[in-house]
T-cell receptor, first 113, second 116 residues
């Protein structure tokens, strides 16, 4: 009963490096979301995918790209990491059309030096 | 666009005392409201949600919240807290309707610390 699985759990990067954060859900949800969490700021939406084959920007999309690989998987890519992107990243999924709340993964803690 | 304000960044309380965590929201359209809890180094877990109907919503672990449309508030309460309730609590809002796509706007979070 995995729910939402994020990999890796921890990562340290140097400025300018690239990496992809992976997210997979096994609940057959249509919609998936990427958030970042910073102290005192709550969670802010980076990108979302309302359904397979669609993606759209959230509140803070600059510096990120996403791919909805299939119904289960939604990845977040940092093309050229910057210290300002040091954060905890959460993936979530839901069937929003059925008024279901979002289920969250355990997060990826990313530090950029 | 909607916004959420959690009025207290930290709330210390003694074990078995009652607690209220305050949340106000702003939106020009109808909303759905949620409270999530985050334990250290974990993801967010849903405590309770308000979609429609009764304004008093009961959730897990003895928590409840009341939706007040006139005051645009959704305060979280528990009559008697336990040490294990120590965590960060987030209020979140989603606009009702077909174009929201379930996107959530979160408050800044309230750290609840329960002392023995």
């Amino acid at each position: 009963n995995a729910g939402v699985t994020q990999t890796p759990k921890f990562q340290v990067l140097k400025t300018g490096q690239s990496m992809t954060l992976q997210c997979a859900q096994d609940m057959n949800h249509n919609s998936m979301y990427w958030y970042r969490q910073d102290p005192g700021m709550g969670l802010r939406l980076i990108y979302y995918s309302a359904s397979e084959g669609t993606t759209d920007k959230g509140e803070v999309p600059n510096g990120y790209n996403v791919s909805r690989l299939n119904k289960r998987e939604f990845s977040l890519r940092l093309e050229s990491a910057a210290p300002s992107q040091t954060s905890v990243y959460f993936c979530a999924s839901s069937n929003w059309t059925e008024y279901q709340p979002q289920h969250f993964g355990d997060g990826t803690r990313l530090s950029i030096l | 666009a909607q916004s959420v304000t959690q009025l207290d960044s930290q709330v210390p309380v003694f074990e078995e005392a009652p607690v209220e965590l305050r949340c106000n929201y702003s939106s020009s359209v109808s909303v759905y409201l949620f409270w999530y809890v985050q334990y250290p180094n974990q993801g967010l877990q849903l405590l309770l949600k308000y979609l429609s109907g009764s304004t008093l919503v009961k959730g897990i672990n003895g928590f409840e919240a009341e939706f007040n449309k006139s005051q645009t508030s959704f305060h979280l309460r528990k009559p008697s807290v336990h040490i294990s309730d120590t965590a960060e609590y987030f209020c979140a809002v989603s606009t009702a309707g077909g174009t929201s796509y379930g996107k959530l706007t979160f408050g800044q979070g309230t750290i609840l610390t329960v002392h023995p």
